[in-house]
């Protein structure tokens, strides 16, 4: 598994860090250029699925600033019905970037998933985000399905 470059380190969340994961999941959909659709649904969201016990979150470390969020969930694949580890969020501030924390938190991920018994591990992406493909795609994840929407 590779490492955390020189100078971070790796925090386990806690049931209080509900704000800055809320803080971190804003500046994702502002950088993507997307915005919640009705006020409170990041607000929502935490409510519904958030506990630090079901659905463990990580911190990338730089000092005592957070500059990386892992954020982990239950899925079911669609195809084989089997229960698999979910990635709800991976994030990287952008000054922080192509150093290799994205890469760690993903291994980190992924031996979440091996030490639960899981096969796979599971995650979504807006088409646009060509980095984090590019990411995905080098660590050999693969395009099993499109997720389609339709506004009412």
């Known amino acids: 598994m590779n490492s955390l470059p020189e100078g971070y380190h790796l925090r386990a969340g806690k049931?209080?860090?509900?704000a800055?994961?809320?803080?971190?999941?804003?500046e994702l959909l502002g950088e993507l250029g997307e915005t919640p659709e009705a006020p409170g649904t990041i607000d929502n969201?935490?409510?519904r699925v958030f506990d630090a016990r079901r659905t463990p979150l990580w911190w990338a470390m730089r000092d005592?600033?957070?500059?990386?969020?892992l954020w982990l969930g239950r899925a079911w694949d669609q195809f084989s019905g089997a229960q698999s580890?979910?990635?709800?969020l991976l994030y990287v501030r952008p000054e922080h970037r192509r150093r290799g924390i994205g890469r760690f938190l993903l291994d980190w991920a992924s031996?979440?998933?091996?030490t639960q018994g899981d096969s796979q591990l599971l995650l979504q992406s807006l088409?646009?985000?060509t980095a984090a493909l590019g990411l995905y795609a080098a660590m050999g994840f693969q395009t099993r399905a499109l997720f389609l929407s339709k506004p009412l």
């Open 15 to 18: 049931t209080q860090d509900r």
């Open 20 to 26: 800055l994961l809320r803080r971190f999941l804003q």
């Open 111 to 114: 031996e979440i998933a091996r």
């Open 45 to 47: 969201l935490l409510a």
């Open 127 to 129: 088409p646009d985000n």
């Open 64 to 69: 005592s600033a957070e500059v990386g969020c």
């Open 85 to 88: 580890t979910y990635v709800h």
